[in-house]
């Protein structure tokens, strides 16, 4: 995709230009958050990984239960994680460029106090008719 916009961007003088990397106290902060914060969602996928290969040599379905299992474990990150997300970064952009650290941070606990609101549903639901669900599923 950046290979066909790639001639118009240049000719329209759009193409990024990356300054050098500057490691000062924010950027190592950054990727000192950047290691745990890997190592955690790795654990995750490793698990789902491992999982699968499990899930192999087992009977005949077993692999598709592992599957609907995690897209209803994403279900609530998907609908409301992601939805939130893309709602709360340009508002925290615009309020940070803005150098309103306090409205970026008021915007961040409001999308906080949203997430929970959304979040209480899904878990009410998923205890709620967890055996119909599961039933139905497999």
């Known amino acids: 995709q950046f290979a066909l916009l790639a001639g118009d961007l240049a000719r329209h003088g759009g193409l990024p230009r990356f300054a050098p990397l500057r490691l000062d106290e924010d950027v190592r902060a950054f990727f000192r958050a ?29 692999l598709s239960a ?17 939805a939130i997300g893309t709602v709360l970064l340009p508002e925290m952009s615009r309020r940070l460029t803005a150098d309103d650290h306090a409205g970026a941070m008021a915007a961040q ?5 949203f997430t929970l609101l959304f979040s209480v549903p ?11 669900i599961m039933r139905a599923m497999f």
């Open 34 to 62: 950047l290691g745990p914060a890997t190592l955690g969602s790795m654990g995750t996928q490793v698990a789902l990984f491992a999982d699968t290969i499990i899930a192999t040599f087992l009977p005949a379905g077993a």
């Open 66 to 82: 592992l599957y609907y299992a995690d897209r209803l474990n994403q279900l609530p990150i998907g609908v409301i994680g992601i």
């Open 109 to 113: 606990r409001r999308a906080f106090d």
């Open 122 to 132: 899904f878990v009410a639901a998923f205890l709620t008719v967890a055996d119909p």
